[in-house]
C-alpha cells in the first residue's frame, strides 16, 4: 500500500514554472490596483478641491444673468373699477392706488462678445471673461397706460452689478444725449440688481409715433456663465467667444459654430416660450422666476445648476456655459482608469524578454517595475499642478520609461532588449497621450487600443509550446 502510494505521489508532475510565473502576474497586477485606487482618491480630492476655489471668478465677477432693456415706470390711478364704482355709490370713499408697472421691448437684437482668460491663485486657476453687449431694438407705445404723470426709468438688469467695467451707450428714442445712469434698476422686486436712467420730460415726445427704439452698449466681467432673458416679442441674439468648449442650455442656439478659434452662436427665440407677459404688474406678487432665479455651483459635477423659489429649469432663458469639459484632473483621472491595462500590458512584455533572453528574472524585479509604473500617475499628477499637463505629460514619461528600459537592458544582459522595452513604453504612453486629448473619440480610441493589445496577446501566444519549451531550456 505504501509502495503503490510512493508510486502516484512520485507520478505526479510538478507546477510548470510557467503558470507560477503567470500566476503571479496575474495576481500581482491585481494587487497593484490598490495603490492604483489610492492615487485616483487622491485625484478626485485634488480636482475637487480645484473645483472649490470659486473666490478667483467671484472677485473677478460672478456668472452674469442680463436683463435688459426694460422701461419700468409708475403713476396715480385714481380711476375706478365696477366694484369702485358700486362701493361709490355706498358714499365710500375709494382711494388713488400707485401703480408700478415694467414694459417689455418689442424687438430685442443683442450682441455679445466675449474674450476668456486664466485667473490664477497659487497651483489654481480660474476661468473669467470680459463681455461687451449691444441691445438694440424698440418698445412699442401701443404697450404704455395712457396717463401724464408717469415716472419713468430704462431699466438694465445685470446680476453682479460690481463687475460692471462701463456704460458705452444708454440712449432711448431719438435724442442724442445719453441717459444718466444710476445704481439700482427701479423694477424691484422683480429684478433687483442692476442699473436704470431716469427718463425726464426731455423724452415727452417719444410717445408720438409706434415705437421707442433704444441703443445700449455697456462693458462687464463675469465667470462660468453667461445668460440672456428673451423680453422681446422678437428676439435675435448673436453671441461670439474665444472659448473652444461652451456648453448651451435653456433656449439652443438655432446656429453654432465652434473650432479652434472658439464658438460664435445665433438665437432666434420667440415670446411664446416664456411664462410672463408683455406688460408686467410689479405690485403684483409675481413668481415669474426667469427674473429671480440664481446660480449655485455642483462642486461633485462639471455642471452649474440652476435654482428657483420654485425650482423651475430655466428652459426659457438663454444660458451659456464656460465649461473646461477636460481639465488636467480629469484626463490624469482618466489615464489612471488605464493602469490595469496598461501595467498588466508591460509586465507580460518584461516576461517575454526574460523567455526570450532566456536569463531568469526574479519575482522582485517583476515587483520593481509594476510599482515604477504606478508612479507615473502620481509624479504626473504632482508635476502638472506646477507645469501644466502637456510638460508634465512628457517628464513623467521619460523619467518612468528611461529607467525601465535600462533596468530590462540590465536583467536580460541584452541592449536590444532595453530598446525594446523604450519603444514599446514610449509607444503605449504615446497612444494614451492621444486618448486623453480627445473628447468626442475618447471612448472609440480605448476600445480600439484594447482590441489591438488583445490581437497581438493572441499573434504571441499563438504557439505557447515555446514558451514551455524555452522555460525548460531555462530550467
Not at 444673468?65 to 370713499?93: C, G
Not at 450682441?111 to 463681455?131: F, S
Not at 460664435?264 to 413668481?287: C, G, H, T
Request: with cysteine.
Amino acid at each position: 500500500m505504501d509502495n503503490n502510494s510512493y508510486k502516484i505521489s512520485n507520478n505526479k508532475k510538478p507546477f510548470s514554472p510557467v503558470m507560477k510565473k503567470l500566476i503571479f502576474l496575474i495576481v500581482f497586477v491585481i494587487i497593484l490596483q490598490i495603490p492604483l485606487l489610492f492615487v485616483g482618491g487622491l485625484i478626485e480630492r485634488r480636482g475637487k478641491l480645484f473645483k472649490t476655489v470659486t473666490e478667483i471668478g467671484n472677485e473677478w465677477g460672478k456668472s452674469q444673468k442680463i436683463i435688459a432693456p426694460v422701461i419700468s415706470l409708475s403713476y396715480t390711478d385714481s380711476t375706478f373699477s365696477k366694484d369702485d364704482s358700486i362701493r361709490n355709490e355706498k358714499n365710500i370713499t375709494v382711494q388713488p392706488v400707485q401703480k408700478r408697472m415694467a414694459i417689455l421691448p418689442e424687438e430685442l437684437n443683442a450682441t455679445i462678445e466675449m474674450k476668456d482668460e486664466l485667473r490664477h491663485r497659487g497651483i489654481y486657476n480660474a476661468t473669467v471673461y470680459t463681455a461687451n453687449i449691444k441691445l438694440t431694438g424698440y418698445f412699442s407705445t401701443k404697450d404704455f397706460p395712457d396717463k401724464n404723470d408717469m415716472t419713468a426709468y430704462l431699466s438694465i438688469g445685470l446680476s453682479d452689478t460690481k463687475a460692471l467695467v462701463k456704460v458705452n451707450k444708454f440712449k432711448l428714442g431719438n435724442i442724442e444725449q445719453d441717459l444718466e445712469a444710476m445704481s439700482g434698476t427701479m423694477a424691484s422686486p422683480l429684478f433687483t440688481n442692476g442699473i436704470s436712467g431716469q427718463i425726464g420730460p426731455e423724452y415727452d415726445g417719444i410717445m408720438e409715433g409706434d415705437k421707442i427704439p433704444f441703443e445700449i452698449d455697456i462693458d462687464f466681467r463675469g465667470s462660468r456663465e453667461i445668460s440672456i432673458l428673451p423680453l422681446g416679442k422678437k428676439n435675435h441674439f448673436d453671441m461670439k467667444s474665444n472659448w473652444k468648449s461652451p456648453s448651451f442650455s435653456g433656449v439652443l442656439p438655432t446656429e453654432r459654430n465652434i473650432d479652434g478659434n472658439g464658438f460664435s452662436a445665433k438665437w432666434e427665440v420667440s415670446n411664446l416660450i416664456r411664462n410672463y407677459p408683455q406688460v408686467i404688474d410689479i405690485n403684483e406678487e409675481n413668481n415669474y422666476l426667469d427674473f429671480i432665479q440664481d446660480f449655485y455651483y455642483d462642486y461633485n459635477s462639471d455642471s452649474y445648476e440652476e435654482v428657483g423659489e420654485y425650482g423651475a429649469d430655466g428652459s426659457s432663458i438663454v444660458k451659456v456655459l464656460l465649461y473646461n469639459s477636460v481639465t488636467d484632473y480629469t484626463q490624469i483621472n482618466r489615464a489612471c482608469k488605464y493602469g490595469f491595462l496598461f501595467i498588466l500590458m508591460s509586465l507580460v512584455i518584461v516576461y517575454i524578454f526574460e523567455i526570450v533572453s532566456k536569463k531568469v528574472a526574479h519575482y522582485v524585479q517583476y515587483i520593481v517595475v509594476g510599482f515604477s509604473l504606478v508612479m507615473f500617475y502620481l509624479l504626473l499628477l504632482s508635476l502638472s499642478e506646477h507645469l501644466g499637463f502637456e510638460m508634465a505629460y512628457l517628464i513623467s514619461t521619460f523619467a518612468i520609461v528611461m529607467p525601465n528600459s535600462l533596468y530590462i537592458a540590465s536583467m536580460t544582459e541584452n541592449k536590444k532588449f532595453g530598446i525594446g522595452m523604450f519603444i514599446f513604453l514610449s509607444g503605449i504612453y504615446a497612444i494614451l497621450f492621444s486618448i486623453l486629448r480627445m473628447e468626442q473619440y475618447a471612448l472609440l480610441a480605448g476600445t480600439l487600443l484594447i482590441l489591438a493589445v488583445l490581437y497581438v496577446v493572441m499573434y504571441l501566444t499563438k504557439k505557447a509550446d515555446i514558451f514551455f519549451k524555452l522555460e525548460e531550456e531555462n530550467n
